[in-house]
């Protein structure tokens, strides 16, 4: 007797497998056109030139400056978000190791970092033109402002993509906020309040002087809100604690900006005064999910898969 249900898992599984083979066969012919190499899926192993450029990555985002103020993305809640009915939804995406989670999957598992999945596929059709077989997993961890291994270190590398639709009540209680002294999600900047921006003259400062204007601005920036809770001030304060480190007398951790986006260190390639450097340092803005927040798995990709999908017109 013929046995229907593998038949149609079989059927569903080579389909699958020609879905991959046809997403593979039309990013070959798409960086053809273009005249370009294909970019490379393969773990490599960083070179000594991408370590010392990501240390300096980490030595250049503890001091906060004036021209690494860059506008920053609300997170955008939708009825539609994620294809998830009832209440506003956003959809964001976090790199994760495999295995983490499973499709359905309601909570979150520990503290993800994530950007919003329409961000991160605008980005990658912007950079993918100029990859020229160079390692997207790399790539992918400057954006993100991660040490050049993340995807190929031996204790839990990233190697996925898990796609989360986070409910607007997340927001509102607190369980996803963006890593900064103001935890808001909603403006499209780190804006000063009137008062502070008076009291700049008052205090002996000028905009005239940018190495007193940068103290200034940093002080301010770093300044919690009256409303912030005490929780937030502890999490603000051990995350500072363990991002900028010291190793091998350099700079270590991470270059988290405390500005709400990531530092793409890929600036750090390329031959610019600082204020272009400053300029190109945005990469992503980012959010964070507390462990246990009620979300939606949506997908579970690769690396290669999500990329590959990201950057179909």
């Known amino acids: 007797m013929i046995n229907i249900s593998a038949v149609q898992s079989l059927s569903s599984k080579s389909k699958k497998r020609a879905q991959t083979r046809l997403n593979l066969a039309f990013v070959g012919v798409t960086f053809c056109l273009l005249g370009l190499a294909a970019p490379s899926f393969s773990q490599t192993t960083p070179s000594k030139e991408d370590w010392d450029r990501y240390y300096a990555s980490v030595g250049d985002a503890a001091i906060i400056e004036a021209s690494e103020i860059h506008p920053i993305n609300p997170l955008l809640f939708t009825a539609t978000a994620g294809g998830v009915k009832g209440e506003p939804r956003v959809t964001v995406v976090s790199w994760t190791p495999r295995d983490v989670y499973k499709l359905g999957d309601k909570a979150t598992k520990y503290e993800h970092w994530v950007v919003q999945l329409s961000e991160m596929k605008f980005r990658l059709r912007t950079i993918a033109p100029n990859m020229r077989g160079k390692s997207i997993s790399l790539r992918i961890a400057q954006l993100l402002g991660l040490p050049p291994d993340e995807s190929s270190k031996a204790d839990k590398p990233k190697q996925q993509f898990v796609t989360l639709s986070v409910p607007e009540s997340a927001m509102r209680d607190g369980y996803i906020f963006r890593p900064t002294a103001d935890p808001s999600t909603s403006s499209h900047s780190l804006a000063l309040s009137q008062q502070v921006i008076s009291d700049f003259p008052r205090a002996g400062g000028s905009s005239l002087y940018p190495l007193d204007y940068t103290r200034w601005l940093a002080g301010n920036l770093l300044s919690f809100p009256a409303s912030v809770s005490g929780d937030h001030v502890r999490w603000f304060a051990t995350t500072l604690m363990n991002s900028y480190t010291e190793k091998d007398s350099h700079f ?26 400053d300029a190109l340092e945005y990469g992503l803005s980012e959010y964070v999910i507390r462990a246990g927040t009620a979300v939606e798995v949506l997908k579970i990709q690769s690396t290669e898969g999500f990329f590959n999908e990201a950057i179909k017109p």
């Open 252 to 277: 270590a951790g991470y270059p988290w900006t405390r500005l709400g986006y990531t530092y793409d260190w890929a600036v750090k390639e390329t031959r610019r005064t600082r204020l272009e450097e």
